[in-house]
Nanobody, 115 residues
Framework: VQLQASGGGLVQAGGSLGLSCTAS????????MGWYRQAPGKQRELVAT???????NYTLPVKDRFTISRDNAKNTVYLQMNSLKPEDTAVYYC???WGYGINYWGKGTQVTVSS
């Protein structure tokens, strides 16, 4: 399984950015896709996840600002980020995982929010 992420970049505080990540290979259902981020000097943390049934989960700092969605037919997960803050600056990683402990990560994509 491989994950290819795109999007990210540089934006001013208050702006918006969108990320997408497509999984290829042997993708079985049910599965969960999600976004994580890692800021300099910090541990990687959960941003949001979504099951293939559409159930979502967000970390509190991004709730009501970020929206995760997915297209099961395309094995693609999206993250729409609005009202961005400088503290959202991080490398964002997508992940797909199954309940039996198998998971795959995509290469990160940089999101930088200037104040």
């Amino acid at each position: 399984v491989q994950l290819q992420a795109s999007g990210g970049g540089l934006v001013q505080a208050g702006g918006s950015l969108g990320l997408s990540c497509t999984a290829s290979g042997s993708i079985f259902s049910p599965n969960v896709m999600g976004w994580y981020r890692q800021a300099p000097g910090k541990q990687r943390e959960l941003v949001a996840t979504i099951t293939d049934a559409g159930y979502t989960n967000y970390t509190l700092p991004v709730k009501d600002r970020f929206t995760i969605s997915r297209d099961n037919a395309k094995n693609t997960v999206y993250l729409q980020m609005n009202s961005l803050k400088p503290e959202d600056t991080a490398v964002y990683y997508c992940k797909i995982y199954w309940g039996y402990g198998i998971n795959y990560w995509g290469k990160g994509t940089q999101v930088t929010v200037s104040s």
